[in-house]
C-alpha cells in the first residue's frame, strides 16, 4: 500500500465533455504531485503541491486543465472540454522526505 | 527540463540470470529514484537513492552522482521481476522520467 488513492480506476469519456480525477495521500505527504503517462512512455511532470499551494505547473497542462488541493488533504484535476489527446493515465503521487509514493491512476479514454 | 536516458530499452531474461539496469542524466540531480511499473500500472517505489549504495534483497542500486548515473542491479531473477523499470531524478521538486527499460523474465 502506498497511501495514495485515486478514483476512478477508469473514466471513458466523450469529446468535449468534463472530468474530474480525485487523489487522496495520507496525512504524511505533504507533497503531492500530478504526473501523466502515455504507452510505451515514462510519467510527464503535470503539477505539484506544497500543503495547498500549487508552487509549479507544467507547459503541458494547458488552460483546459486546473488542479487544486483544499486544505492541503485530498487533491483533484479537472479537465475541461476534453480532447482525443487527453487519453492517458494521470497518476498522483505524494511524497514525504523526498520519496515519491504513487497511486494507481486514473486511466482516461477520450471518444 | 532535465533529460533522462534509460538502457536496455528492452531486456528478456531467463528466470535466474542477473541483470544491471542504467540510467544517465544530462544535468545534476539531488534526488533519484528507481519505480518498478508492474503489468497492472502500479509504480512501486524501489530505492531513494541519490548517491551511495543501497541494498533490497535481490535488488540493488548505486548511483554516482558526479559522473550523473545510476545502476540497478537485478539478481536471481523472477517472473515476478517483469514490468518497466523506470528512474527518475530531479533538483527541487520536479522530476524527471525516463522512458524505462521493459524487462521481461521467462521461465
Known amino acids: 500500500d502506498t497511501g495514495v488513492s485515486q478514483d476512478p480506476r477508469h473514466k471513458i469519456t466523450k469529446r468535449g465533455q468534463n472530468v474530474t480525477f480525485r487523489c487522496d495521500p495520507i496525512?504524511?505527504?505533504?507533497?503531492l504531485y500530478w504526473y501523466r503517462q502515455t504507452l510505451g512512455q515514462g510519467p510527464e511532470f503535470l503539477t505539484y503541491?506544497?500543503?495547498?499551494?500549487?508552487?509549479?505547473k507544467s507547459r503541458l497542462l494547458s488552460d483546459r486543465f486546473s488542479a487544486e488541493r483544499p486544505k492541503g488533504s485530498f487533491s483533484t484535476l479537472e479537465i475541461q472540454r476534453t480532447e482525443q489527446g487527453d487519453s492517458a493515465m494521470y497518476l498522483c503521487?505524494?511524497?514525504?522526505?523526498?520519496?515519491?509514493?504513487f497511486g494507481s491512476g486514473t486511466q482516461l479514454s477520450v471518444l | 527540463g532535465i533529460q533522462v536516458e534509460q538502457s536496455p530499452p528492452d531486456l528478456i531474461l531467463q528466470e535466474g540470470a542477473n541483470s544491471t539496469l542504467r540510467c544517465n542524466f544530462s544535468?545534476?540531480?539531488?534526488?533519484l529514484q528507481w519505480f518498478h511499473q508492474n503489468p497492472w500500472g502500479q509504480l512501486i517505489n524501489l530505492f531513494y537513492?541519490?548517491?551511495g549504495t543501497k541494498q533490497n534483497g535481490r535488488l540493488s542500486a548505486t548511483t554516482v552522482a558526479t559522473e550523473r548515473y545510476s545502476l540497478l542491479y537485478i539478481s536471481s531473477s523472477q517472473t515476478t521481476d517483469s514490468g518497466v523499470y523506470f528512474c527518475?531524478?530531479?533538483?527541487?521538486?520536479?522530476?524527471?522520467f525516463g522512458t524505462g527499460t521493459s524487462l521481461t523474465v521467462i521461465p
Open positions: 527518475a531524478g530531479g533538483f527541487g521538486n520536479q522530476f524527471y
Open positions: 503541491f506544497q500543503n495547498e499551494a500549487q508552487l509549479e
Open positions: 544535468d545534476s540531480v539531488n534526488n
Open positions: 503521487a505524494g511524497s514525504f522526505g523526498g520519496k515519491l509514493f
Open positions: 537513492i541519490p548517491s
Open positions: 496525512s504524511e505527504h505533504n507533497r
